[in-house]
């Protein structure tokens, strides 16, 4: 069934089993989301970058070090998807010259992501 091409859907709750499927069939890394935990700014980041926004331009990554000090030890795959959604103006970090990325995400953050990010999506 669907679970086989994606590992362990069989351990997300049934109503959200068809979704993750949904995100590895449109090439999301999957890699560390367990259903049962709870997400981090740089990881939301990186979901709602590669589910609409892949393919898009990335900048100048020495500029999310300058702007965002706390980014230092995020890897430059993260850093290239934070650019994006900086870039895309659908986030601008904390209001405190943070992007706060292994921080957990509000469900504030969550909403206010997905709904920018679904006004301003970029189809490639």
Same mark, same amino acid.
């Given at each position: 069934?669907?679970?086989?091409?994606?590992?362990?859907?069989?351990?997300?709750?049934?109503?959200?089993?068809?979704?993750?499927?949904?995100?590895?069939? %449109?090439?999301?890394?999957?890699? +560390?989301?367990? !259903? +049962?935990?709870? %997400?981090?700014? %740089?990881?939301?980041?990186?979901?709602?970058?590669?589910?609409?926004?892949?393919?898009? =331009?990335?900048?100048? *990554?020495?500029?999310?070090? =300058?702007?965002? !000090?706390?980014?230092?030890?995020?890897?430059?795959?993260?850093?290239?998807?934070?650019?994006?959604?900086?870039?895309?103006?659908?986030?601008?970090?904390? +209001? =405190? +010259?943070? &992007?706060? !990325?292994?921080?957990?995400?509000?469900?504030? &953050?969550? &909403?206010? *992501?997905?709904?920018? &990010?679904?006004?301003?999506?970029?189809?490639?």
């Amino acid at each position: 069934g669907d679970s086989d091409l994606v590992g362990d859907a069989s351990s997300f709750p049934d109503w959200a089993q068809k979704h993750y499927v949904n995100l590895y069939e %449109i090439g999301v890394d999957l890699d +560390g989301l367990n !259903p +049962g935990d709870n %997400i981090n700014r %740089i990881k939301m980041v990186s979901l709602v970058v590669q589910a609409m926004f892949d393919g898009a =331009e990335v900048g100048d *990554i020495a500029e999310m070090k =300058e702007l965002f !000090p706390d980014v230092g030890d995020l890897n430059e795959q993260q850093l290239e998807e934070l650019w994006v959604l900086v870039n895309y103006d659908v986030i601008s970090g904390t +209001g =405190e +010259g943070k &992007a706060a !990325p292994w921080e957990p995400l509000t469900r504030g &953050a969550f &909403a206010k *992501i997905m709904t920018v &990010a679904a006004g301003t999506q970029v189809y490639l």
